[in-house]
């Protein structure tokens, strides 16, 4: 009995002792830091975002790379953004290992993502790949490419993450959340053949309704310098694709615009961070009017309706620093021998008018499955709390705004962030439903159905785990 009464003693002064350092923590200062870092390709690069091959000509705007740090006693994260249609995993597991070896933030508490600007290089994958290769095979070189990019990319992302570290200081944050509409629509469609497709044109006669909701909530956190209450950067959250320019200029395109605005009112140093929503069905064309929502109409109307919210805002006056992350595999797509020579074959025909556009697109998706030499991929799922009532969730790929939404239905958290395109780009990660509809989203998904679900359940998993339910959740 002796022994017992000291085994209970001591586990009580551990828990004890546990509870006392969590407090000590959350009781910390919240400290934050932020940095941009120009990641403008050379001119003359391959450019992303469609199938053809695309040179670039020249500068909108240049390309950056946003960091903030945030630390609370011995607790540490970085989130960083990038202009850029997607990071591979391979590039963003380098990059955020070495921003762990110089400044201490652990690597999973790193989270690095993609706007999925499509006015931004081609780096990767395997349409990369093939340009690539028939340049070298056609003159011997890739005058495209005239330097490592992917390597160029790595360390600037590091570097943005140090300097964003050596940066910090106190800090008070603001969280809350707006209503955005008239931006942003569903982009597939029940047609009247029975049919579900994507883009079916403007004006369509044979258009029935969207096959899914969008997302109109606009997260938004804002940063203020502890001392002086002066606004230093906003995080701001929105499901829209980012494919509203075009052309051959490199270009952010509409968070450029969001943040110009925002700069107006809070001066040239102010720093936007813009993180995608889940919006791989979501893009900016309304079907039912000729009329086109221009770039720079969608980030100054996000930008005013961020700043009419910004009175309402809620402070979050007990900060409380924290991050989950889970590994979860997921089967990929699997095709037969016959269908992998079939598409080498097609490869040849991408970007021409030779094939249609879901024969490139198969032939595309199945190449790039070869990358991967395995039938299941693993994706991180990343969760950061700065309070008991704020929360972000990180997710690889171009999500369906469908799982979004029921991240943000499930989470125990008041204000619940979700971002997409998170360390790594496996593309579409579409629903089941949609899985059984098809069209384009579905024969460019990398992932078997059930994978979105699957990475749904990690992230709900992962919130509840960082707020727990308390006696005052419980309804009375």
Request: charged share 20%; aromatic share 6%; net charge neutral.
């Amino acid at each position: 009995m002796g022994t017992l009464l000291r085994i209970a003693r001591l586990t009580l002064w551990l828990e004890v002792i546990l509870m006392a350092s969590q407090g000590a923590s959350a009781a910390a200062d919240l400290a934050a830091g932020v940095a941009v870092v120009d990641i403008t390709p050379p001119l003359g690069y391959r450019m992303a975002g469609y199938f053809n091959e695309r040179l670039n000509t020249g500068v909108h705007d240049p390309l950056h790379a946003r960091a903030l740090v945030l630390r609370q006693g011995d607790r540490q994260a970085a989130l960083v953004v990038c202009d850029l249609i997607g990071l591979p995993g391979d590039l963003s597991r380098r990059a955020r290992r070495l921003a762990s070896e110089k400044t201490g933030i652990p690597a999973a508490n790193i989270l690095i993502a993609a706007t999925h600007a499509h006015t931004g290089p081609l780096y990767a994958g395997a349409l990369r790949n093939h340009l690539h290769d028939a340049a070298i095979a056609r003159e011997g070189k890739d005058p495209c490419e005239s330097v490592d990019y992917s390597a160029q990319l790595a360390e600037r992302l590091v570097r943005a993450i140090a300097q964003a570290h050596a940066a910090a200081r106190p800090v008070r944050v603001e969280a809350g959340a707006a209503e955005q509409l008239g931006l942003s629509f569903n982009r597939r469609f029940h047609l009247k053949d029975g049919s579900v497709r994507f883009n079916p044109g403007v004006l369509n006669p044979d258009i029935v309704r969207a096959a899914g909701p969008i997302d109109p909530q606009v997260g938004i956190l804002l940063l203020r310098d502890a001392q002086d209450g002066r606004p230093i950067a906003s995080v701001t959250n929105f499901a829209l694709h980012l494919d509203t320019l075009g052309g051959t200029l490199y270009s952010a395109d509409y968070p450029y615009y969001l943040e110009q605005s925002l700069r107006k009112s809070f001066g040239d140093s102010f720093l936007s961070l813009f993180f995608n929503g889940t919006c791989g069905d979501i893009n900016h064309v309304d079907v039912t009017t000729k009329d086109r929502l221009k770039t720079e109409r969608i980030g100054t109307t996000l930008a005013e309706t961020v700043k009419a919210k910004l009175p309402s805002l809620k402070p979050i006056a007990a900060p409380n620093l924290d991050v989950r992350s889970a590994t979860v595999t997921v089967p990929l797509q699997q095709v037969t021998p016959a269908q992998r020579d079939q598409a080498r074959k097609d490869m040849a025909y991408v970007g021409t008018s030779e094939r249609s556009f879901l024969d490139q697109v198969t032939a595309y998706k199945i190449v790039d499955l070869e990358l991967h030499g395995t039938t299941h991929t693993a994706l991180d799922v990343q969760v950061f709390r700065l309070s008991d009532d704020v929360a972000l969730v990180g997710l690889p790929g171009e999500v369906f705004v469908e799982l979004g939404l029921a991240i943000k239905r499930g989470s125990p958290f008041g204000t619940t962030l979700v971002a997409e395109l998170c360390n790594d780009t496996p593309d579409y990660i579409p629903t089941r439903k949609a899985f059984g509809e098809g069209s384009y989203e579905v024969v460019n998904s990398r992932v078997a159905p059930g994978g979105g679900e699957t990475l749904v359940e990690a992230a709900l998993r992962l919130l509840r785990e960082l707020r727990p339910p308390t006696p005052r959740d419980e309804p009375r």
